[in-house]
């Protein structure tokens, strides 16, 4: 009785598989992808949306910069 459970298990492995296949399949029919345009359209955002984020993080830096070396200029720290 042993022997057959070593044999079915590779036998319920292929079958639950498969199984598992034809569900993500049926579910993949049931998806509304987006069109064209919506693709573009939200790209054109994410990319604006990471240029200003970039300026803003980059005129931040720049700002405190220039504050802590003027800061350690004043104490006399050479920077």
Not at 33 to 48: A, D, H, K
Request: charged fraction near 20%; aromatic fraction near 18%; avoid cysteine.
């Amino acid at each position: 009785m042993e022997a057959n459970a070593v044999i079915e298990k590779p036998k319920q492995w292929w079958v639950s598989t498969r199984e598992f296949w034809r569900e993500t399949n049926s579910e993949m029919k049931k998806v509304t992808w987006p069109t064209r345009n919506e693709v573009v359209g939200t790209t054109v955002v994410v990319l604006i949306a990471t240029l200003v984020f970039a300026l803003y993080l980059w005129g931040a830096d720049q700002v405190f910069f220039y504050l802590t070396t003027k800061l350690f200029s004043y104490f006399g720290a050479s920077a």
